[in-house]
């Protein structure tokens, strides 16, 4: 065989695999459709899990398994993200105690018409524990388990705002769940405008000193940069916030 005819025997490959590539992107949109009409999570994490190792197991050649694995894998995280394009999505807040989650959530919400969730009320409900006794009594890890439990049954409801704890994002899967099924905003606001207003007698984890909490926004600050989708600031007004926020949403979120 000749690299010429090599290449047209590629091209003819090619040719089929953007083809049924194009028919496996029609089909995901009537799946986002579906998925929108009946509340549906995003994103199936077993099912694309099962998708790649199956297509992977199924490759006798074990020296090109590990390329199959990244090609399925790759067809499956580029399906998702047209899925994203075609779907409403949950908005999580994530940011330090005090920086607004709730109060800019709720005036979030009001303005795209959703309905709002504030996470650490939710699990005081479900639990009937005071998150600062769940802390002290269960655990940090317990709590953790509490968060991502409470967010897996907040994503199967309508596309809501969620305001997050301040040390949600440090559980990888519970991040993991909210970039599958929504858009993390990150409400950002200086941590002297926060101390302003904190009462350090009803946040669970900000109880030891002014240096701890600089401590805590150091340490947390680029976490929250790096898992969010968005970035605001919420250094004057809340109508201003709540503006920025929606601004900077895809087109199908507003």
């Keep these: 065989m000749d690299i010429q005819e090599a290449r047209k025997k590629i091209d003819?490959?090619?040719?089929?695999?953007?083809e049924n590539y194009k028919k496996?992107?029609?089909i995901v949109a009537d799946i986002a459709k579906y998925k929108d009409e009946h509340q549906m999570p995003l994103i199936?994490?077993?099912r694309d899990t099962d998708i790649i190792a199956t297509h992977t197991n199924d490759c006798s050649n074990e020296k090109l398994r590990p390329y199959i694995e990244a090609y399925m894998s790759a067809v499956v995280s580029m399906s998702n993200e047209y899925l994203r394009e075609h779907m409403h999505q949950h908005i999580f807040l994530i940011g330090m105690p005090g920086a607004g989650k709730t109060t800019v959530g709720k005036a979030l919400s009001k303005e795209l018409n959703r309905d709002f969730y504030d996470l650490d009320l939710t699990i005081q409900e479900k639990t009937g524990k005071s998150i600062q006794n769940i802390i002290i009594y269960d655990g940090e890890e317990k709590f953790r388990q509490h968060e991502y439990d409470a967010i897996r049954e907040l994503i199967r409801n309508k596309p809501s705002v969620i305001a997050t704890g301040g040390g949600t994002v440090l559980s990888e899967k519970t991040v993991q769940i909210m970039r599958n099924n929504g858009i993390i905003v990150f409400v950002n606001r200086d941590v002297t405008q926060i101390l302003d207003d904190l009462d350090l007698e009803i946040r669970p984890?900000?109880?030891?000193?002014?240096?701890?909490?600089?401590?805590?926004?150091e340490e947390r600050y680029p976490l929250y940069e790096s898992v969010s989708h968005i970035k605001i600031g919420n250094e004057s007004n809340i109508s201003d916030t709540v503006q920025a926020i929606i601004e900077a949403l895809p087109n199908t979120e507003k």
């Design 205 to 217: 984890l900000l109880k030891e000193s002014i240096e701890y909490i600089f401590r805590l926004y």
């Design 24 to 26: 496996r992107l029609e």
């Design 12 to 18: 003819t490959i090619d040719a089929l695999l953007a």
């Design 44 to 46: 199936d994490e077993v």
